[in-house]
């Protein structure tokens, strides 16, 4: 097992997906403004979060998720709302990991089922199993006694194959064998899927941004169909077809919310920005003045707003915004 290669097929379809995938980064690597969107890449990373917790039957809604991360009180189940905490943190986590790293990998299942699992963290001593929503058992796991070597075969070869296989085939193929493996007793879906971005993040710095697990969770029944059926054919070449489309749909939905911002900005934000000099500080009556502006609702809802939703503006007393000697300066 030391050398083992986990079986699959590069097809027509995963060649037609990757190319496709790779103009759409193109577009998005040519918006240099894209850092400057901190309210689309925290949206992006709440939706990532809630999806995937969703996947695993938490029955928070995206807005009691955001809440949760945004600090503020929500009434739920004690368990699910620990969840949401403890993906946020692990999210948060994904620059500083090691996609290659075991350590790192039980690290971030720590992190992710903290408190809510006895065994966070570490491997799973007992047998498990993988059962459909009908309670059928679609896949018995491999034994307990197998995991540890299993793991550092799949982590080898991973390594391995960093400049040998396209990193969207990669972190497929590492996503379907982790999941196939079940190393821990709970988290293990999370887990895969929070991976496979570790791994896209250190190739493309954009994945960090990317809710794939949105896409997934729309096609949750095809996610697990894909699974259940690489497990019959004893490879993971029809997961990897629907990872990669998965991330080809969700790379759309980025594309189309970038430029959004994009337009927004161009129109009245980068305007705002244009009037506005470095180290200086504005009252509202300041900038309209410089704006040539009369209408205090119109600034505001144009261009204060989202300037300062966006990161590109902030307030000298961010924690009163109606503070009367509130003033603005550019970032």
Known sequence: MSNYVPPFTITNIMLDKISSIMKKIGKLDNYKDLDKMPLLRRNNRIKSIHSSLAIEANSLSYEEVKDIINGKLVIGPKKEIQEVENAYNAYTKIPELNPYSIDDLKYIHGIMTYLTVKDAGKYRLGSEGVFDESGNCIHICPPASEVNRLMKSLFKWLKENENKIHPLILSSIFHYEFVFIHPFSDGNGRTARLWQNV??????????????????KKYQNEYYKAINNCNLKGDSTEFIEFMLRMIDEILDSLVLGVNIELNHMNTYVKKLLDVMEENVFYTTNDLMKLL????????????????????????????????????????
């Open 292 to 331: 040539n502006m009369k209408s205090r609702v119109a600034f505001r809802e144009n261009y204060l707003i989202p300037a300062t939703k966006n990161g590109l503006i902030k307030m000298v007393y961010p924690d009163n915004p109606t503070n009367k000697n509130q003033r603005y300066y550019k970032c």
């Open 199 to 216: 791994i896209l993040t250190n190739w493309e710095e954009i994945f960090l941004y990317v809710p794939i697990e949105s896409a997934i």
